[in-house]
């Protein structure tokens, strides 16, 4: 009889054990489902929070070249009420030169006005291309206006 209950009890320990076991990995199973769905929802979440910031990254950066491209404008419009008073050679070649000028800037100007917003390494790329281009562009007009006189 010992033995009976001795076996009973053993079979009882293990079976509950194997019950408990099942249904323990049965709840780790469905945490972590819980715990992908959750992280599948900060993944969304972060994704429209950067798409965010770029779209606002965008806007600030065209505004900031749009004031940029105005100022040139208006510095060209007052190089040329400048050099009205040159001689023939001179004016002509101001006015050339600012002809040139004049329409890179209207360039940039149509680049900034057409980028459509397509992903942030496309961004980036465009970013520094255009701020080169801009700078190139306020460094050639800077030397004209330059008097180079020794």
Do not use: P
Not at 26 to 47: G, H, I, L, P, Q
Not at 65 to 87: R, T
């Amino acid at each position: 009889m010992k033995k009976t209950i001795c076996t009973l009890a053993m079979a009882t320990i293990m079976a509950g054990t194997m019950i408990t076991g099942c249904q323990y990995s049965k709840s780790k199973v469905e945490k972590a489902k819980e715990n992908v769905k959750e992280a599948k929802d900060e993944m969304v979440r972060a994704k429209e929070d950067l798409n965010i910031v770029i779209n606002d990254s965008i806007q600030q950066f065209k505004k900031e070249s749009e004031e940029k491209i105005n100022a040139i404008e208006k510095s060209i419009a007052e190089f040329k009420v400048k050099i009205a008073n040159e001689k023939g050679d001179v004016k002509d070649e101001y006015e050339k030169k600012l002809a040139i000028l004049e329409q890179k800037n209207k360039e940039l100007k149509k680049k900034l006005e057409d980028y459509k917003e397509d992903g942030q390494d496309n961004w980036s790329k465009f970013k520094r291309e255009f701020k080169h281009d801009m700078d190139e562009l306020g460094k050639t007009f800077k030397d004209l206006t330059v008097d180079n006189v020794k």
